[in-house]
């Protein structure tokens, strides 16, 4: 009977280690996380997508005022906060649209609001590819959807606060992004989303 007791106890005691290693883990990884990326007022992202669109190559360079250029395989969108041209060579145009808003689950909006909106959940270790991550979820602050995102996913390899992946669920719709760089204040400047099209390009302008 002795033993028993000893058994639960000792389960009793593990159980409760373990819990409050993760609070401190997942804790330690976002204090990391808010030193590393907290005062981000430009940002620079290679990035591949693996959801809903795997192998999807791209380059995201935005700033936090509202300024982006976004440049795939088959265009090129560039927005100066007011005004966002969509830039395909392959057909020779160009889309010019007024902006009136932006999808939430867009990657810079993320990046740039994740450690002021969200707060962390729970953090477990994950493999992408031969390498150990850790997956720290995080959700909204106030309970509520932020920014129309349910939670973020950032993982980072072990042992490190580089984010090397993120998953956004929106809605019931998810995106992952798996992160080949990411720079941080590079000195972009406004003169880097300004765009002239052309000479050759249709202009379709929808303002």
């Not at 007024?98 to 953090?123: A, G, T, W």
């Not at 003169?191 to 052309?198: K, R």
Request: aromatic residues 8%; charged residues 25%; contains cysteine.
């Amino acid at each position: 009977m002795l033993n028993n007791m000893m058994v639960v106890l000792l389960s009793l005691v593990l159980l409760c280690s373990t819990e409050l290693l993760s609070q401190d883990s997942k804790n330690d990884l976002f204090a990391q996380l808010r030193k590393r990326y907290g005062n981000m007022n430009s940002l620079e992202v290679k990035f591949i997508g693996v959801e809903p669109i795997s192998g999807m190559k791209g380059t995201l360079k935005a700033m936090r005022s509202g300024k982006y250029m976004l440049e795939l395989s088959d265009r090129k969108i560039i927005s100066d906060g007011h005004t966002i041209w969509n830039y395909q060579p392959s057909r020779k145009n160009v889309t010019i649209n007024e902006i009136k808003n932006r999808p939430s689950n867009s990657l810079d909006i993320v990046l740039f609001n994740f450690l002021y909106n969200y707060q962390p959940k729970e953090i477990q270790e994950y493999t992408i590819g031969n390498t150990v991550h850790h997956g720290l979820e995080l959700i909204p602050k106030n309970g509520k959807s932020v920014l129309g995102i349910k939670s973020l996913t950032m993982y980072v390899k072990k042992g490190s606060s580089e984010i090397k992946r993120i998953s956004a669920m929106d809605g019931n719709q998810k995106q992952v992004w798996e992160v080949e760089s990411l720079t941080i204040n590079g000195g972009l400047k406004d003169a880097h989303f300004t765009f002239t099209p052309p000479k050759d390009a249709e202009i379709i302008d929808m303002r």
